[in-house]
């Protein structure tokens, strides 16, 4: 059965730091997601891709973050600045055309 | 935005007992998925319900579309059921899902 992935499982980067969290959606889906979840909290939306362009953000989703799919296959969050709070677990979704959505098993982001 | 809410909180079971988790919703839906999150933070999908009664082993789901809520039974728990349990609601757009807050669930032998 066709699945998400996701890279790397655990990601430890230093405050400042840029860091790239990487997603291969399902390959037939269209729409995407970042979802993330600080530990112990619910998860919450941070951005939804379609076509090639973001079509929803949330409050979270500021300038510091930014989404792509350099090709046909990955879709990549990077953070261009970690700050402490970005700690948490991210999860990328892609969506098929039931509405039903499809998570990947979330990369740990751990920002010291 | 649409409010989602999830009752119980908690939940503690001996090994055997029989449950229902419930989720409200504020408004129409056209998506309401169940999740299992397991001790190692993974989300795992249980059901896509957003109406109807689905059945998957012991465990099953009912989506009352019209009076805005849904149920998860889980029956005859195992230890292995133990973990969080969201439920997480679309609406039109870009059908971002919207989560609950959680039933985490507690199965003891």
């Known amino acids: 059965e066709p699945e998400v992935t996701q890279t790397p499982s655990h990601q430890v980067t230093q405050m400042g730091q840029e860091v790239i969290l990487r997603c291969v959606p399902i390959?037939?889906?269209?729409?995407f997601y970042w979802y993330r979840q600080i530990l112990g909290q619910k998860v919450e939306f941070l951005v939804s891709f379609y076509n090639n362009e973001i079509s929803e953000k949330s409050e979270i989703f500021d300038d510091q973050f930014s989404v792509e799919r350099p090709d046909g296959s990955n879709f990549t969050l990077k953070i261009r600045s970690t700050k402490l709070e970005d700690s948490a677990m991210y999860f990328c979704?892609?969506?098929?055309?039931?509405?039903?959505?499809?998570f990947g098993p979330g990369t740990r982001l751990t920002v010291t | 935005g649409i409010q989602v809410e999830q009752s119980p909180p908690d939940l503690i079971l001996q090994e055997g007992a029989n449950s229902t988790l419930r989720c409200n919703f504020s408004d129409s839906v056209n998506n309401l998925q169940w999740f299992h999150q397991n001790p190692w933070g993974q989300l795992i999908n249980l059901f896509y319900?957003?109406?109807g009664t689905k059945q998957n082993g012991r465990l099953s789901a009912t989506t009352v579309a019209t009076e805005r809520y849904s149920l998860l039974y889980i029956s005859s728990s195992q230890t292995t059921d133990s973990g969080v349990y969201f439920c997480a609601v679309s609406q039109g757009g870009s059908e971002k899902l919207v989560f609950g807050k959680g039933t985490k669930l507690t199965v003891n032998p």
């Open positions: 390959s037939n889906h269209l729409y």
């Open positions: 979704a892609s969506l098929d055309n039931s509405y039903e959505q499809y």
């Open positions: 319900i957003p109406s």
